[in-house]
């Protein structure tokens, strides 16, 4: 078993092996960053990173000046007292699982992670067999269960072509990085002009790039949104994003859609229930097939409930002491 210490925001330090994940401890000789999302993203330059090459081209474009170590998918990696290998996480485009290995035995950590996966990403793939699991259960209540991504992607649709039937310019809420090009790319078969917010416009061209069909998209462009369908984080709101489009319908995309939108008091015309996490019952099914000695949950809004789940169909639990996230970073 690793001992490791929860160590400042959602990461974790491995103190034998020197090795941190999703955060910059001072000690640490590696830095492991499971994906791209602000809240993951390294702090310092001190230490090396490892990531895969979609991951450091996103910190790159997110401002990340530092050394990176590019590992890709399935690749083996001799780190001073540990063999490292990433595994596909099926959160956003290059979100990583890392299977940590040595004489301690063998760790996997998911960071941020989505099965079945999202569609615009490399998939998600698991590892034969771990001792030990750190997994996220950002979603692990029961009331968390995910329609089939075929369905959402229906509705979504027919919400876009109503709105601009009706004379009506649909926009989606959903954040810059991952969200927004899962929803083009569910858009992209209407053949419909889309305009995104401009911070996430440069995040589209990786995915193209990728292969990813992201349809008609352009930047956003004040003069000329209105009747496209348009794509945005919640946060662009007080922005001014789109202020002046009078008719305009607005549809919020995320996991926290139908508990969080009231709360966040947006004035909606829908919500379509969109994650790129692990629903509660997918949750059970990745610790049922990997069935490792032991089971570490993070980033939980209820540790009891899903330890309580865990430990009946024969698990191992314990619960790593994180704040649950807020839907503004990650959903
Ligand atoms: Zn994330």
């Not at 209540?141 to 649909?170: N, V």
């Not at 956003?220 to 489009?245: D, K, M, Q, W």
Request: hydrophobic residues 40%.
């Amino acid at each position: 078993m690793y001992p490791f210490e929860s160590a400042g925001g959602h990461g974790i330090y491995l103190p034998q092996l020197k090795l941190s994940l999703d955060n910059s401890h001072r000690e640490a000789e590696w830095v492991f960053i499971s994906h791209a999302h602000a809240d993951h993203l390294p702090r310092d330059r001190h230490s090396r990173v490892i990531a895969t090459p979609f991951t450091h081209q996103f910190m790159r474009l997110r401002g990340f000046k530092g050394e990176c170590s590019e590992l890709p998918f399935r690749e083996r990696l001799s780190l001073s007292k540990c063999d490292v290998t990433l595994f596909p996480a099926g959160h956003i485009l290059g979100s990583a699982m890392i299977l940590i290995e040595s004489d301690a035995g063998r760790l996997l950590y998911t960071g941020d992670t989505k099965t079945p996966p999202s569609p615009v990403t490399e998939g998600f793939d698991l590892p034969e067999e771990v001792d030990e699991l750190i997994i996220e259960a950002t979603f692990g209540l029961p009331i968390y269960k995910w329609q089939p991504i075929e369905e959402i992607q229906a509705a979504m649709q027919k919400f876009a072509l109503q709105s601009l039937q009706d004379g009506y310019t649909p926009l989606f809420l959903g954040y810059n990085l991952g969200k927004a090009q899962e929803i083009l790319h569910l858009l992209a078969p209407l053949g419909v002009d889309m305009q995104i917010h401009g911070a996430g416009f440069p995040y589209c061209e990786v995915y193209q790039q990728a292969g990813f069909d992201l349809g008609n998209v352009r930047a956003y462009n004040r003069a000329t949104c209105e009747g496209s369908i348009l794509v945005a984080p919640s946060s662009a709101l007080g922005s001014g994003f789109a202020s002046h489009v009078s008719r305009i319908r607005t549809a919020f995309c995320s996991g926290w859609a139908l508990t969080e939108a009231r709360r966040m008091q947006m004035n909606l015309d829908a919500a379509f229930v969109l994650s790129d996490h692990l629903d509660f019952f997918e949750l059970l099914d990745v610790c049922k097939t990997l069935a490792p000695k032991r089971i570490h949950i993070t980033h939980t809004p209820n540790p009891t409930v899903v330890q309580h789940f865990l430990e009946k169909a024969g698990h191992q639990v314990s619960s790593l002491e994180f704040s649950p996230r807020s839907e503004d970073a990650d959903g």
